[in-house]
């Protein structure tokens, strides 16, 4: 069965210091992988997926498919970078499989 | 152009009685699709519209749960008895293509309906 995991509900980090947020799927077909993110009092959106390998607000995603990862990076936190962030799956179907979020601070 | 729009924002009923939630998607898209976030789990996908047909409703709990889309322009979901099992955050998204994947999806701001 398809499945997310994102194995941090709370992640905080420095302003400065690199972040990185973990995601995991199970899916044994070819998976479409997306992050959304969330920011205070707005709603959620869609910041980068798998297939455009583009860099958003300074973050990056690698489809790893041999560890089943796709873990979001950023070299630098920045304080705007505080939210809520959705790793998501997509398979055959046209549904998304949401994990549990993180929940990143930036302290400044 | 305006955004996907949900009211109410919030619901709060009793045990028993009947709510409806709406989702107005982004002109144009011919998808719809309706999630929930239960408190403390992840955001799960209920169904999918295309146009006025239900395309995939796979996710719906239980037959308490109807969705429509007459006309194929705005969406209801009515819940009919609300349980308190059924409190979470409704939230509705729209497409311009069939898996938006080009665009990705448009979220609205959400219901958030409370069960007592």
């Known amino acids: 069965a398809q499945r997310v995991t994102q194995p941090e509900k709370l992640l905080s980090v420095f302003k400065g210091a690199p972040v990185e947020l973990k995601c995991n799927y199970s899916y044994s077909g070819s998976p479409e992988l997306f992050w959304y993110v969330q920011y205070s009092r707005q709603r959620l959106q869609l910041l980068l997926r798998?297939?455009s390998r583009e860099s958003i607000k300074g973050f990056t995603a690698d489809l790893n498919k041999g560890e089943t990862s796709f873990h979001l990076k950023k070299p630098f936190a920045q304080e705007e970078d505080s939210a809520m962030y959705y790793c998501?799956?997509?398979?055959?179907?046209?549904?998304?499989?949401f994990g549990t979020g993180t929940r990143l601070t930036v302290i400044p | 152009e305006a955004g996907v729009t949900q009211f109410p924002s919030h619901s709060v009923i009793e045990k028993g009685q009947t709510v409806t939630l709406r989702c107005d998607p982004i002109s144009g898209h011919d998808n719809l699709y309706w999630y929930r976030r239960v408190m403390g789990k992840e955001i799960k996908f209920l169904l999918h519209?295309?146009?006025?047909?239900?395309?995939?409703e796979s996710g719906m709990p239980n037959n308490r749960f109807l969705a429509e889309r007459t006309g194929g322009t705005y969406s209801t979901l009515k819940v009919q008895p609300a349980e308190l099992e059924d409190s979470g955050v409704y939230f509705c998204?729209?497409?311009?293509?069939?898996?938006?994947?080009?665009?990705?999806?448009?979220f609205g701001s959400g219901t958030r309906l409370t069960v007592v």
């Open positions: 998501a799956l997509r398979t055959g179907a046209n549904n998304l499989f």
């Open positions: 519209f295309v146009k006025e047909s239900k395309q995939d």
């Open positions: 998204a729209s497409s311009q293509d069939l898996r938006g994947t080009v665009y990705g999806y448009t």
């Open positions: 798998h297939i």
